[in-house]
Structure formats: structure tokens, C-alpha cells
């Protein structure tokens, strides 16, 4: 069984959890470590033949044209984050276009490939932002991976279907969604191989998570990850007990846990997966 393995590029003071912490405009005063943490998870991937798909901030191929070319090279699929890393959320259809547009057509002339797939910051395709799906579908997209069929305080659909599927759009024609994993347990979606999540639980739990989705259910997971979380000697930033835990607890095991998967699954890009 194929999984999809994901890379969310942004670098570590873009985190939404960050927003008040960091505006926007002084990213440009940090030190940048988006590149050679990407490099590391590039190395990773080569050591353990793996390929997947890497959504860049657009913000960021603006600024390190040769690692999204280093990216591409490894044989790895290119996707958009969005251009600066903008909740849907905050956004109206308009703003939301020119946003996709722009880091899409960035991403296109940087590294000469087609980009076809989209991430949403923080998983911010939500119940009122369903809309998103129309314009992505308009602006040339064939497929978006946003939605978290889970219950959270700042994202998620929780009666979304759990695996991928085609999702109508208003101008009739289908854009794939290929959701979050989760598993489904009392009820209710449960989250547990990607992010803080992949930090956070016990890696046993992972695995037999994993098991499940591709041995009792027969469906691919989709593992996502951020070159940060791989970075436990990133800077500090001034923020509140529970931000502070989910951010940087466990930054120290993200590298090993990666290999653990790797060594037990297979993966690809989400463009394979879905047949694209």
C-alpha cells in the first residue's frame, strides 16, 4: 500500500499559531532557516527512497528559487501553501484568488513544472470557506488537501468524508480533496500521524494507526510534516504555555520518528495517489 508523504514549506516564525506574536512584516528581521532544514528532510528522503509532495509557501520560492529547484530535482511534486501563509479564513474569494494565483504562477516559474495541488494554511478550507474549493478549480488546480475531518479549536470538518474523493464545484466540474487521515474511534475522527500530532502521541499508537489505514481499511495515510519540526535549536518565540507545547515539544524525535515510517511504509507524492 502506497501512502502520501507531505511537506508544508514554511520556516519557523510563519507558524499561524505565531500570527500575533510575528506580523507579516517583519519576517524579513529573522534568521532564516526554511533552507537548510528543507535540505535535511531532502537527505532524509534520499536515504530512505522516499517521494512526496513538498506545498511551498510562495513567499518562500520568492526567496530561495534553488531549494524549490532542489525540491523538484529529488524527484519530489510541488505544491502551494499559499503566498504568505494567509488563513482562508481571513480572506475573501477575491483576495483568496490573487493569493493561489500568485503563489502558483511563483512556484510555476521557478521550478519550470506544472503545480497542480494546494495546502491551506492551517487547514483553514472549513465549513464557511468551502468556496475556496470554486476557486482553486478556476484557477487551474486538480486537486487541494486542506480539510481535517476533525473536531479542533481552530480548524476542521468533522463529518467530512475521511479518505479522498472528487468534490463538485460550481462551475461543474470535480476537484479532488485528498483529507487529512484520521482514525475513527467512539465515534469520532481522531487525528494522529502528522505535525504536533506525529510529535506528540506515542509512537506506538502512530504505527497501529498506520496498520489500520492500510491493512483493516485498505486506504493510503497521508503523513505531513514542516522543515521546523525538525529543528529543535530554532529560537524561542514569546508565546502562550499551550502554543509553546504543541510548537516545540518533541522537536528532538521528529527525525526519528520520519525514519521509523519510512522504514515501514511505503510513500509517495499525493499527485501519484490520487492518479493525477
Known amino acids: 500500500m502506497l501512502n502520501a508523504f507531505s511537506v508544508d514549506v514554511e520556516d519557523y516564525f510563519q507558524v499561524g499559531a505565531f500570527e500575533r506574536a510575528i506580523p507579516r512584516d517583519t519576517w524579513g528581521g529573522f534568521q532564516p ?32 528559487p534553488e531549494m524549490v529547484r532542489a525540491i523538484r530535482d529529488a524527484g519530489h511534486e510541488l505544491g502551494t501553501h499559499g503566498q504568505d501563509h494567509r488563513r482562508v479564513t481571513t480572506l475573501n474569494p477575491r483576495e483568496f484568488r490573487e493569493d493561489v494565483r500568485r503563489s502558483k504562477r511563483t512556484i510555476e ?100 494507526g498506520m496498520r489500520h489505514l492500510n491493512q483493516r481499511e485498505r486506504r493510503p495515510a497521508i503523513v505531513y510534516i514542516h522543515p521546523w519540526e525538525l529543528d529543535p535549536e530554532q529560537p524561542v518565540q514569546p508565546v502562550g504555555v499551550l502554543t509553546r507545547l504543541r510548537h516545540y515539544r518533541n522537536l528532538d524525535r521528529t527525525e526519528d520518528r520520519l525514519a521509523t515510517l519510512f522504514s515501514e511504509y511505503a510513500f509517495t507524492s499525493c499527485r501519484e495517489i490520487l492518479g493525477l
Not at 526554511?34 to 520568492?62: I, S, Y
Open 109 to 208: 516559474d521557478v521550478a519550470g513544472v506544472e503545480v497542480i495541488g494546494y495546502r491551506a494554511p492551517n487547514y483553514s478550507i472549513v465549513r464557511e470557506t468551502l468556496w475556496a474549493v470554486d476557486v482553486l478549480s478556476e484557477e487551474g488546480f486538480q486537486y487541494d488537501s486542506s480539510i481535517f475531518p476533525i473536531r479542533h479549536d481552530h480548524y476542521g470538518i468533522p463529518d467530512f468524508p475521511r479518505f479522498p474523493q472528487p468534490v463538485k464545484t460550481g462551475n461543474g466540474s470535480a476537484l479532488q480533496e485528498f483529507p487529512i487521515s484520521t482514525l475513527r474511534f467512539a465515534g469520532m475522527n481522531l487525528p494522529f500521524v502528522g505535525g504536533g500530532y506525529l510529535r506528540q502521541f506515542p509512537m506506538q499508537f502512530i504505527r497501529w
Open 33 to 64: 532557516r526554511v533552507e537548510r532544514n528543507t535540505q535535511r528532510l531532502l537527505a532524509l528522503c534520499e536515504k530512505h527512497q522516499v517521494r512526496g509532495t513538498f506545498f511551498v509557501l510562495g513567499w518562500v520560492a520568492e526567496r530561495w
